[in-house]
Each structure stands twice: as C-alpha cells, then as structure tokens.
C-alpha cells in the first residue's frame, strides 16, 4: 500500500454528503485499468472536442460521449442525440466494464436499478472548470446521476436548487464516485477551475464520467 492508498484508508469510503448525495471515494481504483483502456478505445473512436454554448460561449472542458446517445450543445441548444454532429455516426457503444462500474456505484448509494444508457467524458485540463448548472436534459428524472473522477484532483461544487445557493466544496480525487438522485437530482452542480496537477496515469489531465439515463 502506498501512502496515497493508505492516507485514504483513513477516510470513511462512504460518505452521506446530503440528502440522496454519496461520495464513494476511491472506488473506482480496483477497477481502474480496465475503465482507463477502455477510455482509450472509446475517444479514439470518437474525438474528444469544445462544444459551444447556446449563447455562443466555447466550454473550457472537452467532451466526448458514448452510449445510446450523447450530450451535445451547439447555438440550438442542450440535448441529447443519437448521432455525433462531428462524426455523423452513431456514438461509441458504451463499454461493459463502464455500465457495470456506474450501476454497482449507484446499487452500493442506495438506487437500485440504475440504467445508464449514456456516458458523458469531460477531460479538464489546468484552469478548464464547469459552471453552477443543473442536469434537466433527461426525460426521467427518477434515475439518479453517477459521476467518476479520475486524474487530477478538482473541486466539486454541490449546491442548491436555485443557482444563488451557496455550494458545498468537495474536492474529487482519483477513483471517487459521487451518486446523486431522489430529492437531490436537480441540484446545481460545478466544478471550480482545475489546478495545476499530476496523476501517474493521466498526467495533468482529469477525466470525469457522467453517466445518466437519459431517454
Ligand atoms: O466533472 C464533473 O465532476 C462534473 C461534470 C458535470 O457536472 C456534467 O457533466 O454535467
């Protein structure tokens, strides 16, 4: 064990941050070489890219989806499509060791029966941050969302359900998971600019896994 293993040893690997919000730290790390090859697969199949904001702003983030369908945002607005505008193809299938990650990550917080059918991948590199915004491109909102963190550590900000609440600061490290649904499922949610760091896998990169129901 290592002492990046053994410091967070220390720490609870469950921890009930709000009402039907879980933070599983380092849960991932058993299963981690199998999601990083499979990542790989998936963004060499289709590119990481910067989508633009219906207001016309470039997102700091690349992004990149796999699944039935992946996010996108152009001048038209948010939602989700079954084709890559970039690619016109079809999105990368969803890896099994993802779906299988994200539905034993929501089982383990207490939503039993999590259906992931997309996987957003946010890459951040130093100073890329998400803005305060909820998720509301699903059609059910029943389903909760799982989100895994991997690579550099960042600052999550879980707030309320008016984008003025004042946020919980959280920072993510390699391998966490955080699960929100039920009464928590619309909360405003960010990430503050990342710092400038280093991970033996991903370098000065961190990479985020959005996985929801979204059709
Ligand atoms: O990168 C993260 O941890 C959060 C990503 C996020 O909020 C989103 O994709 O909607």
Known sequence: MDLFDLLFAQQPARQDILKDVILLRRFVVPFQHEILAD?????????????????????????????DSGWVSDKNGYRYASLDPLTQKPWPTMPDSFKQLAQQAADVAGFADFKPDTCLI?????GARMGLHQDKDEQDFSQPIVSVSLGVTAVFQMGG????????????????????GGESRLRYHGVMP??????????EYRVNLTFRKAW
């Not at 990542?39 to 699944?67: F, K």
């Not at 359900?161 to 929100?180: A, C, E, Q, S, T």
């Not at 990342?194 to 370098?203: M, R």
Request: charged residues 15%; contains cysteine.
């Open 161 to 180: 359900f008016v984008r003025r609440d004042k946020p919980l600061k959280l920072p993510l490290y390699h391998g966490d998971v955080l699960i929100w």
């Open 39 to 67: 990542l790989v697969t998936v963004i060499q199949a289709a590119p990481l890219r910067q989508m633009v904001t219906p207001g016309g702003y470039t997102m700091s983030v690349t992004t990149v989806s796999c699944g």
């Open 122 to 126: 946010n890459r951040y590199q130093v």
């Open 194 to 203: 990342v710092k400038a760091g280093s991970h033996p896998a991903l370098g």
